[in-house]
């Protein structure tokens, strides 16, 4: 009999979040599949297009079935509509219950930001008494604090409650990296085995090098190194800006950071270029679909990641860090834990401490002056750390072991 699996998700596609990629292959492991998620409007805010609060409801994708439910749109991006999307989508998931077929296997919540998204999972699941796992991709209430900076004590307090209550009603927790596994079998009060670490993996299509003569024409002549993902907080964005301008100060003068992507910190990093006076060292690309992102990397003579200091974002490896190492580029990592010792075990790039612009510049004028010899090398050993460690087969056979 074929197995059925409900996945829940606020994030799902023409939203480009790796679950699409999770459902495709489910789907071709001859698996069924329902997703109940949202309307997309991430990031920007704005329905996209084709999209309104009324729908479309149902859809296909590769496959599966979708059922939307409504939420309050992120527009503007301002403290209250995320507040209001956090909450609303949860809220509104609820009364879409319903709507699903059953017959399910198992439960699994693709738990990025908020971690109410996984309340209607639990709901669903214990309802139905079908084993439910929370993918917890973004600690909670630690990854809000990087996005709404909430000081007040009674609601952190709060925050800490609600979010300790979730984990410790799911059957099973995914964590993604040992640190994060540690702090959930803590908080979470579940024994080991109920706690497995199993990476964001990447999409194959990232390996694959895409080269645009046009695109890289545009860009020729530069010392490209490209950054692409969401513009929020916690990538610590004003970072990587300010070490760029101070490495080419410092005589890397053929240094350019090129942008790739949007979000909500889009027009402060903008409003920092002018005020440094950057725009000749700075540039936005804009947002282009996961599919084209290999045309960027193909030009770069290396990849940034970053992120805030925070030790709770260092429980966990950033997953644009797979898809830089499957694209065989020398990787800048701005961040502490989890993430920096995966780039310095690989031997595929040069690791600084979270928010260290100066650091981060050193290290930008490091990979400007080293030979190409000594680049093409560091892109290779990435590649190999990428192939043993975040290959999509592996990921998906993991992801199906353990939740079914």
């Given at each position: 009999?074929?197995?059925?699996?409900?996945?829940?998700?606020?994030?799902?596609?023409?939203?480009?979040?790796?679950?699409?990629?999770?459902?495709?292959?489910?789907?071709?492991?001859?698996?069924?599949?329902?997703?109940?998620?949202?309307?997309?409007?991430?990031?920007?805010?704005?329905?996209?297009?084709?999209?309104?609060?009324s729908?479309?409801?149902?859809?296909?994708?590769?496959?599966?079935?979708v059922y939307?439910?409504?939420e309050?749109r992120?527009?503007?991006?301002g403290?209250?509509?995320?507040?209001?999307?956090?909450?609303?989508w949860?809220?509104?998931?609820?009364?879409?219950l319903?709507?699903?077929?059953?017959g399910?296997?198992?439960?699994l919540?693709?738990n990025?930001?908020?971690?109410?998204?996984?309340?209607?999972?639990?709901?669903?699941?214990?309802?139905?008494?079908v084993?439910?796992t929370?993918?917890?991709?973004d600690l909670w209430?630690?990854n809000?604090y990087?996005?709404?900076?909430?000081k007040?004590?009674?609601?952190?307090?709060?925050?800490?409650?609600?979010?300790d209550?979730h984990?410790r009603r799911a059957?099973?927790l995914?964590?993604?990296?040992?640190s994060?596994?540690?702090?959930?079998?803590?908080?979470?009060k579940?024994?080991?085995?109920?706690?497995a670490?199993?990476?964001?993996h990447?999409?194959d299509?990232?390996?694959?090098?895409?080269?645009?003569?046009?695109?890289?024409?545009?860009?020729?002549?530069?010392f490209?190194?490209?950054?692409?993902g969401?513009?929020?907080p916690?990538q610590?964005?004003?970072?990587?800006?300010?070490?760029a301008?101070?490495?080419?100060?410092?005589?890397?003068?053929r240094?350019?950071?090129v942008?790739?992507g949007?979000?909500?910190?889009r027009?402060?990093?903008e409003a920092?270029?002018?005020?440094?006076g950057?725009?000749?060292?700075?540039?936005?690309?804009?947002?282009?679909?996961p599919?084209?992102?290999p045309r960027?990397t193909?030009?770069?003579?290396?990849?940034?990641?970053?992120?805030?200091?925070s030790?709770?974002?260092?429980?966990t490896?950033?997953?644009?860090?797979?898809?830089?190492?499957a694209?065989a580029?020398?990787?800048?990592?701005?961040?502490?834990g989890?993430?920096?010792?995966a780039?310095?075990?690989?031997g595929?790039?040069?690791?600084s401490?979270?928010?260290?612009?100066?650091a981060l510049?050193?290290?930008?004028l490091?990979?400007y002056?080293m030979?190409?010899a000594?680049?093409?090398?560091l892109?290779?050993?990435?590649?190999?750390?990428y192939q043993?460690h975040?290959?999509?087969?592996?990921?998906?056979?993991a992801?199906?072991?353990?939740?079914?």
């Amino acid at each position: 009999m074929q197995k059925r699996i409900l996945v829940v998700t606020q994030h799902f596609w023409p939203e480009a979040f790796r679950v699409n990629d999770l459902v495709e292959g489910f789907v071709q492991d001859g698996l069924a599949v329902d997703v109940l998620c949202g309307l997309p409007n991430y990031p920007a805010g704005e329905w996209f297009a084709g999209y309104r609060y009324s729908g479309p409801r149902k859809e296909s994708y590769k496959g599966a079935a979708v059922y939307r439910a409504g939420e309050v749109r992120r527009k503007g991006n301002g403290g209250l509509r995320i507040f209001l999307n956090y909450v609303s989508w949860p809220f509104f998931a609820l009364f879409n219950l319903w709507r699903l077929p059953g017959g399910y296997s198992a439960v699994l919540c693709y738990n990025t930001s908020p971690v109410l998204m996984s309340f209607p999972a639990l709901v669903y699941a214990k309802l139905h008494r079908v084993p439910f796992t929370n993918y917890v991709l973004d600690l909670w209430p630690e990854n809000l604090y990087s996005v709404l900076p909430v000081k007040n004590r009674f609601l952190r307090r709060a925050a800490r409650a609600v979010s300790d209550w979730h984990y410790r009603r799911a059957d099973k927790l995914i964590a993604m990296s040992p640190s994060l596994k540690e702090r959930l079998v803590q908080r979470a009060k579940k024994p080991e085995a109920a706690v497995a670490v199993i990476p964001q993996h990447c999409e194959d299509f990232y390996a694959a090098p895409l080269p645009d003569p046009a695109l890289a024409a545009r860009y020729a002549g530069r010392f490209n190194l490209v950054f692409t993902g969401n513009f929020s907080p916690a990538q610590s964005l004003p970072t990587v800006i300010r070490a760029a301008v101070t490495a080419r100060a410092a005589g890397a003068e053929r240094l350019q950071l090129v942008l790739v992507g949007d979000g909500m910190s889009r027009g402060e990093l903008e409003a920092l270029v002018r005020e440094l006076g950057a725009e000749g060292t700075v540039s936005f690309a804009g947002s282009v679909p996961p599919a084209d992102i290999p045309r960027y990397t193909s030009f770069a003579a290396g990849l940034v990641a970053s992120l805030s200091a925070s030790p709770d974002l260092g429980l966990t490896v950033p997953a644009k860090l797979a898809s830089y190492m499957a694209a065989a580029k020398p990787l800048l990592a701005s961040m502490d834990g989890e993430g920096a010792a995966a780039v310095a075990a690989s031997g595929g790039g040069l690791t600084s401490p979270a928010q260290d612009a100066a650091a981060l510049a050193e290290n930008m004028l490091a990979l400007y002056r080293m030979s190409e010899a000594g680049r093409a090398e560091l892109g290779r050993r990435a590649f190999a750390w990428y192939q043993a460690h975040y290959r999509r087969r592996a990921v998906l056979d993991a992801l199906e072991n353990f939740i079914l």
